[in-house]
């Protein structure tokens, strides 16, 4: 395994389904349903059974709309302030409205939701504003459940190979190329319709711990899905609204406050004082958070020893079991116990993701980008805080419409070139006697994205990186070396998350405004609706470098007046603030 | 070219690797069936259940999680007297998680079981196939002696939702047992009865904290006007979780009465409950609160300070 | 080749004794997101999982997927 092979293989199918993480199986079990006819493929970098964000499963829904806890309408305005506004309701309203369906199908699955003792849904925290916690008691069965209904629709499902560029034609998407990630070996896939599901951008900051894997995401997901979007000639949407999350220092995983919060934990000050609302999560919190660790007052830690003891156990049993077990390894090894002491946290590193923020490839309420036959879903489409259930949820709309988008149309003719350019460009590495390895080239990128585009952002800071992301770029481009097809793999990384890096640093310095609390707070700007108040589309430009334009927002479906506005800027307004 | 798609092999000819004398060979094709997701893999997975090899024993009671039915159910039954506590374990988790109504076929017939570990297994594989029948052995096993098969006879009663099982459900909350009093408590939500709002009433007298703490919750749904007089001295619990989970069951029940108890709570240094508060009193939105209210509007903690400021911006809106 | 031999310690551990990969096992490499285990023979012909990369998220489908519990994930040093 691993040694270089030669060889190409082409394959045709009506849809191509990149990604088997969680929007992925989704998009291709909905296709196939709804036309059984249909050849639809579904391709991994790794493998379907443990691929993507939720690869050891979830704890729960953050954001499920379930009749008689919340309504579509609450959420749409829920998300709309937490995004200062800058949202395409539809998408999210049609979210809304149908994700309850999608949770009862999930439920059909096998994958359990909390109920109560009646076997009713047992939605936590009791809110006046809404109520969207479903937690997952068995959560760790998510992708077993997910490859069964995969296997028994008959899928076919291709491992081990990494998509690298899309394939267009006609103004269409045409196909895409794909290597193996352990031969080495070239798959042209010619497909009618294309649905990207590549999760986040989780490899472009550096985690506080040094360690390239250590990150907050998955770390498989490189960002792939926004590069190839890019070179295709995608727009991408907001992508200065960077993802930064809290999260438990060093170990780097999710302080889970959904799991915590609802039996009483919170995020507290070194005083033991909550400091940050926990709702939800939006960049103003973020703001708020890192204020706290900036201004004398941390660390910041998650405050659970005020909880009863049984209350603590069953918190730690969801905690250490599901999304990410080895949190009570680190626990242990560390000698921390929640019962007695508060748990030191953090801030993760940057990298894109709408299923957090709202930094992703364009899309509609159909999941369509902006190139006809392309859709995208999860993690990498912008449709804000949609967490797993959006990616379920986006994931089915994707499915059903590139179900109806292929009736009509045949393979679309693409340039041939285009596949072997790909080919030379994907091996350079391999064709040298040395060099600098694909490890030392994301860590230089990356170590950059920390220094220059970490925020709060400074317009200085941003054109040094651009410099530096140049210089790495020409090494890349001309020394990168790789021994064997995995090193192959992590070079593709590399170059997918430089490309990450430079349309991070285009799309900050684009917008000349400061927006969404710490995600893209410019030191040198204040908000400014006036001029801002409008999506940034990011495109690949003519001389092959990042190209903006602004884009405006649709019109409401659900109007927020003025009183919300000021009600919930009011909450946010600090103490020292209010006061005067 | 390595292979490219995934094998949907012959199932005949993976179940053949069970018959290999190496009980990883075995383990392997176990899990091949598995992957298949293919019913026709149960009658191979059930033999496998019986292998004489316990690894390969207990891989077939966790592939067995694939499939559903009474062959799946009566499979993984059989497996629950295993000598080897791994196996028992794994079959007893796969019996939770089937979904089809059907598979009960397999189980009823185990419901008095004298093995308390099978019988525990089996109630709690049958309480999400909600199916009829189970009722009378659930309410036979509430007097067990093991408090697990107590509880999980609890849980299958619940989610049976049957008006009938109410008495039941009182004796239940009378048990020794906290785990199973509290159960049966959260169980009466399904019943708007005066009977079932009875049960909870004495419930909140219980000595165990948790078990207040599911009778002051579940009222919310379960209860009338008519308890609200013990819910205001539940506001009074030696533990803030009984009191917020009181506060926030008067909300629901719109007790505006109390809401002149509830607003002095604010001034307790217990930020989840002071936040409830805030909630609620903004829900109840009576004007004797407001002075309560307006002190906190500042609150140095952020969620109590948002949950003031919506219920002052509620009233002011009325 | 310029390239240095750079020792670091692995989070994967795995227990000679009880892996199958023998027997044609590969569960472990199979399910791993960032495919860093492989497959290694030893001089007397018995196979055994390895860590070949050290590029490890600590997700653990590794170990909770392996049939014969022979498989464990440490935290990484540098974050344990």
Aim: net charge negative; aromatic share 6%.
């Amino acid at each position: 395994m691993d040694e270089i092979l030669d060889g190409t293989t082409q394959i045709d199918c009506d849809i191509l389904i990149i990604g088997g993480g969680t929007a992925g199986p989704m998009a291709a079990l909905k296709a196939k349903r709804k036309n059984p006819e249909a050849n639809v493929v579904l391709l991994d970098k790794a493998n379907v059974k443990r691929s993507g964000a939720i690869s050891m499963g979830m704890d729960g829904l953050n954001n499920s709309v379930i009749p008689g806890y919340a309504t579509p309408e609450q959420y749409t305005k829920e998300i709309t302030i937490a995004n200062d506004g800058i949202v395409d309701q539809k998408a999210v309203y049609r979210y809304a409205d149908e994700c309850y369906g999608i949770i009862q199908e999930l439920d059909q699955f096998g994958i359990r939701f909390q109920k109560d003792q009646n076997g009713e849904y047992d939605v936590k925290k009791v809110h006046h504003i809404g109520t969207y916690v479903l937690p997952m008691p068995n959560g760790d069965t998510v992708k077993k459940a997910l490859y069964r209904q995969l296997r028994k629709a008959r899928i076919n499902i291709v491992n081990r190979y990494m998509a690298t560029r899309l394939l267009t034609g006609e103004d269409r998407i045409a196909g895409a190329i794909c290597v193996n990630t352990r031969t080495a070996e070239f798959l042209v896939v010619r497909a009618k319709a294309v649905i990207m599901a590549l999760g986040a951008a989780g490899r472009l900051g550096l985690p506080s711990s040094g360690y390239l894997y250590g990150t907050y995401e998955n770390a498989s997901n490189s960002g792939e899905g926004y590069a190839m979007s890019y070179h295709a000639g995608a727009g991408l949407a907001n992508l200065e609204c960077f993802q930064i999350n809290p999260l438990i220092k060093d170990y780097n995983g999710p302080a889970c406050a959904y799991v915590a919060g609802p039996m009483g934990g919170y995020t507290a000050n070194a005083q033991g004082e909550r400091f940050i609302e926990c709702d939800y999560w939006s960049g103003q919190m973020m703001q708020e958070f890192y204020d706290e660790l900036q201004g004398g007052k941390g660390p910041v830690y998650l405050k659970l020893n005020h909880l009863a003891e049984e209350t603590v156990a069953e918190i730690e049993r969801v905690l250490h079991i599901v999304e990410r077990p080895t949190r009570g390894h680190f626990h242990k090894g560390r000698g921390t116990d929640y019962r007695t002491e508060m748990i030191e946290m953090h801030i993760s590193e940057v990298g894109f993701c709408s299923g957090h923020s709202a930094s992703g490839v364009f899309v509609d309420e159909h999941a369509r980008t902006t190139i006809p036959g392309l859709y995208a879903a999860g993690d990498m489409a912008n449709v804000p805080h949609n967490y797993m259930l959006g990616a379920f949820t986006n994931g089915a709309f994707a499915g059903l419409d590139a179900v109806d988008y292929i009736k009509d149309v045949d393979f679309a003719d693409f340039d041939m070139g285009e596949v072997d350019a790909e080919q030379t460009r994907v091996l350079a590495p391999t064709k040298r006697d040395d060099g600098i390895p694909p490890n030392q080239i994301e860590y230089k990128t990356r170590r950059f994205v920390n220094d220059y585009l970490q925020p709060p952002k400074v317009t200085a800071k941003m054109e040094l990186a651009q410099r530096r992301f140049a210089e790495v770029r020409h090494d890349m481009e001309n020394e990168m070396y790789v021994r064997d097809s995995h090193e192959l793999m992590r070079s593709l990384e590399a170059s997918t998350i430089l490309d990450c890096a430079d349309m991070a640093a285009a799309a900050s310095l684009y917008r000349t405004e400061s927006r969404w609390g710490l995600y893209h707070n410019r030191v040198e700007y204040e908000r400014d609706d006036e001029n801002w108040f409008c999506h940034t589309i990011l495109t690949k430009g003519d001389d092959g470098k990042p190209a903006h334009r602004k884009q405006p927002v649709q019109p409401y479906v659900v109007e927020i007046d003025d009183d919300e506005k000021n009600a919930y800027a009011n909450q946010r307004v600090n103490s020292t603030v209010a006061a005067e | 070219m390595t292979a490219l798609f995934e094998d949907f092999d012959e199932i005949g000819e993976l179940a053949e690797a069970l018959d290999d004398p190496s009980p990883g060979a075995r383990i392997m094709a176990v899990m091949e069936l598995a992957d298949s997701a293919d019913p026709a893999a149960i009658p191979h997975l059930a033999r496998a259940i019986a292998d004489a090899d316990a690894g390969v024993r207990k891989q077939a009671a966790l592939a067995l999680t694939d499939f559903d039915g009474p062959d799946t159910a009566a499979a993984l039954v059989s497996a629950l007297t295993d000598g080897d506590a791994a196996v028992v374990a794994a079959a007893s988790v796969s019996l939770t998680e089937l979904k089809d109504p059907a598979a009960g076929d397999a189980i009823l017939p185990h419901l008095d079981d004298p093995d308390t570990i099978k019988l525990k297994a089996c109630l709690a594989g049958i309480k999400e196939l909600r199916r009829p029948e189970a009722m009378g052995p659930a309410i036979a096993a509430l007097k067990h002696a093991d408090a697990g098969v107590r509880a999980e006879a609890v849980g299958v009663i619940g989610w049976l939702q049957d008006q009938n099982a109410l008495p039941a459900l009182r004796d239940a909350a009378k048990d020794g047992e906290t785990q199973v009093r509290r159960t049966a408590l959260a169980a009466l939500g399904f019943s708007k009865s005066e009977h079932a709002e009875a049960t909870l009433v004495e419930g909140l007298k219980d000595p165990e904290w948790m078990v207040r703490e599911a009778a002051a919750e579940t009222l919310a749904k379960s209860g009338s006007a008519g308890c609200v007089a013990v819910l205001r001295d539940a506001l009074q619990d030696e533990f803030w979780q009984v009191r917020l989970k009181a506060v926030r069951s008067l909300g629901r029940l719109n007790a505006t009465e109390a809401a002149i108890e509830i607003a002095p709570m604010m001034d307790l240094p217990v930020p989840n409950l002071r936040k409830e508060c805030a909630a609620v009193l903004g829900e109840m939105a009576v004007v004797e609160t407001l002075p309560f209210l307006e002190k906190y509007k500042d609150d140095p903690d952020p969620d109590v300070r948002k949950n003031v400021r919506w219920a002052l911006g509620k009233m002011a809106v009325q | 080749m310029p390239l240095a031999q750079t020792s670091s310690i692995v989070p994967v551990v795995v227990d000679k004794a009880l892996c199958i990969a023998d027997k044609g096992c590969t569960v472990c490499v199979d399910v791993c997101p960032l495919d860093v285990l492989r497959i290694a023979a030893s001089d007397d012909g018995t196979q055994t999982a390895y860590m070949k990369y050290d590029e490890c998220w600590y997700c653990m489908p590794c170990e909770a997927d392996c049939p014969t519990g022979a498989v464990t994930v440490n935290l990484p040093y540098l974050l344990k």
